[in-house]
């Protein structure tokens, strides 16, 4: 992770704010600070880390990885805690958060955090990046756009996509121009990636668990075929 890099604290406390941009400075990283889900909205930021207190908002930092979604925008996020109970963690966790750390934090614990986060955040961010664009362009259709494009990926011609759904060839040809221009596709096979991406779960990130005396454990990696692969020869041979 480049020393350059941002970290965004949201925080809802003044003092923990201070102290936590105190601990990024002394790691060698840049610090932008936010009270709450609403100031970090007013300008979403593009790049970086986002470092999201949950003990105001239990899911918080889920729901602000939703939000950016709407944007077309993913960043890593590690969502803080001082009690980090095992449903919130999971429920993170399975909202695509990085890491979960309990408070307070200490500037070697979150950099070590940082450190993993490196290993995993080019690919995964570009997964990620790419289901988010693919549900984007996706939801630009019709309902009948969205089901000419279905059966397109599922390998159908014109004619038997106007049988199926009891119009004409050429009502089909018609939804599938405007389909093909609405998200942006130069041909067909590049319309059913989109709409296989756009289809598949958004990767997740490392999970974390307690153990039984309830104190967070390390990390464990996401398996590699556990993430989302792009298609290749399901976008291939695709009927006119």
């Not at 704010?17 to 990024?24: D, L, N, W």
């Amino acid at each position: 992770m480049k020393a350059s890099e941002t970290i965004h604290i949201v925080d809802a406390s003044s003092r923990a704010r201070a102290e936590q941009s105190r601990m990024v400075y002394e790691i060698g990283r840049h610090c932008e600070v936010y009270s709450d889900t609403s100031e970090f909205m007013i300008r979403p930021p593009e790049r970086g880390v986002v470092l999201v207190n949950e003990d105001d908002e239990p899911g918080k930092a889920g729901h602000i990885l939703r939000l950016l979604a709407r944007y077309g925008r993913w960043l890593p996020f590690v969502a803080t805690s001082h009690d980090p109970k095992a449903d919130n963690i999971v429920s993170a966790i399975h909202d695509g958060v990085f890491d979960y750390l309990p408070l307070p934090l200490t500037a070697p614990m979150l950099a070590r955090s940082l450190d993993k986060i490196r290993d995993e955040v080019a690919a995964h961010g570009e997964v990620r990046r790419r289901v988010i664009e693919a549900r984007k362009r996706i939801s630009r259709l019709t309902t009948r756009e969205s089901e000419v494009l279905d059966w397109l990926a599922r390998g159908r011609s014109n004619k038997m996509i106007a049988r199926e759904l009891g119009i004409s060839p050429r009502t089909v040809e018609i939804h599938r121009a405007n389909m093909m221009a609405k998200i942006g596709a130069n041909h067909s096979a590049q319309a059913v990636r989109f709409s296989i991406e756009a289809k598949l779960a958004a990767p997740t990130g490392a999970l974390m668990a307690r153990d039984e005396a309830g104190a967070v454990s390390q990390r464990s990696n996401v398996r590699p075929d556990e993430r989302m692969q792009a298609p290749s020869e399901a976008a291939q041979g695709i009927p006119a």
